[in-house]
């Protein structure tokens, strides 16, 4: 796209270059006509015949050089006017009026510069809208483990609650809940802005999968979902940060049992394709996930018709594959289930 644009700037510049270089052609010949013409008639010099027939063509360069200013001064007008149109819409979008577009109209440079400027805005209005969705999703997400703290405290306080087991293991799970929301977030800001630190070392992908999947083993029971691991007898060591890769199960395995039904299955697979890749799976039975929000599922913020989250998990399970120099990719069909398939460097 930037070599295109290049290409687009690089003949508009041209076009204006060659209609400068016309315009002084054209003002030489009319200063040099006229001059020679005035001379003549005065008597200043006394030009021949062939002269005076370049004097009449000359007058007839200039009639055809007005013709082509007015042509140019058409066509400055075509361009001057969009982008006139472009100035203004920059300024409305430095004052924060991310709703403003501009037509593109024009010559096919300013056209490209219009198109370009739309795309810009459109992507600014869209984070503007995730920006005003996180703040209300977060402060939901506070607010709800918040109260239940609170409630709980002060009716201890107030002799309501007794501090007992009960009480106390409630206002344990609410901060265990903030905490993980704070460190999700904390996270993301790391893994987008490159400062996330990797602790890389030497990692047995089946213990791992397998010690992951064991604290998910009491709640797809009580869920009826049935969690497999299909993993080889032997495999590869890998160097990666085991606690990062943790995490992205965790999200995965999570959005597995948030979507599929009591009597459906989970199944994590590892396999390796090839000699310099490790492939890991993790496949659901569920609901599985519309096209229109397929493409978008990985985006900070996203959230589906029917999700209950703050749109965090995924996105941090891409940045974190990511930093460690892999990739991951969804596949789905609604009510058919979600295949989500992580591939890591060896």
């Not at 024009?106 to 209005?125: H, I, K, T, W």
């Not at 089946?206 to 993993?231: H, K, M, N, P, S």
């Not at 310099?276 to 990985?298: K, R, W």
Request: charged share 20%.
């Amino acid at each position: 796209m930037r070599m295109q644009g290049g290409r687009m700037g690089g003949r508009f510049f041209r076009r204006v270059g060659c209609l400068f270089l016309l315009f002084n052609l054209f003002i030489s010949i009319v200063v040099l006509s006229v001059a020679g013409m005035l001379a003549n008639f005065l008597g200043i010099i006394q030009l021949p015949d062939t002269f005076r027939w370049a004097i009449i063509l000359g007058a007839g360069v200039v009639l055809l050089g007005f013709w082509m200013l007015a042509w140019a001064g058409r066509s400055l007008r075509r361009m001057s006017r969009p982008l006139d149109d472009l100035i203004a819409a920059a300024d409305r979008i430095a004052q924060g009026d991310y709703a403003v577009r501009v037509k593109e109209q024009g010559p096919p440079e300013v056209r490209s510069l219009g198109a370009v400027f739309n795309s810009m805005a459109d992507r600014l209005q869209s984070n503007d809208e995730q920006r005003r969705n996180l703040l209300a999703d977060v402060t939901h997400e506070l607010r709800t483990p918040l109260t239940v703290i609170q409630g709980n405290v002060e009716g201890i306080l107030d002799g309501i609650y007794p501090a007992d087991e009960a009480h106390l293991k409630s206002i344990l799970e609410e901060t265990h809940l903030l905490s993980r929301l704070v460190n999700d977030l904390r996270t993301l800001a790391l893994a987008e802005s490159g400062a996330l630190q990797l602790d890389k070392e030497p990692t047995d992908p089946a213990v791992l999968i397998g010690e992951t999947i064991a604290e998910f083993r009491l709640q797809a029971e009580a869920a009826g979902v049935t969690l497999d691991l299909e993993v080889p007898e032997s495999a590869p060591l890998l160097n990666l940060d085991p606690e990062r890769i943790r995490q992205v199960l965790v999200n995965l395995i999570t959005n597995g049992l948030r979507y599929t039904p009591p009597g459906g299955r989970i199944c994590v697979h590892f396999e390796m394709n090839g000699t310099e890749q490790a492939l890991i799976t993790v496949e659901d039975t569920g609901t599985g996930i519309q096209p229109e929000d397929l493409p978008h599922i990985f985006d900070r913020f996203y959230k589906a018709n029917d999700s209950n989250g703050m749109g965090l998990g995924l996105a941090i399970a891409k940045n974190l594959v990511q930093a460690h120099g892999g990739s991951i990719q969804a596949e789905s069909q609604p009510g058919e289930g979600t295949k989500l398939s992580i591939h890591l460097p060896v």
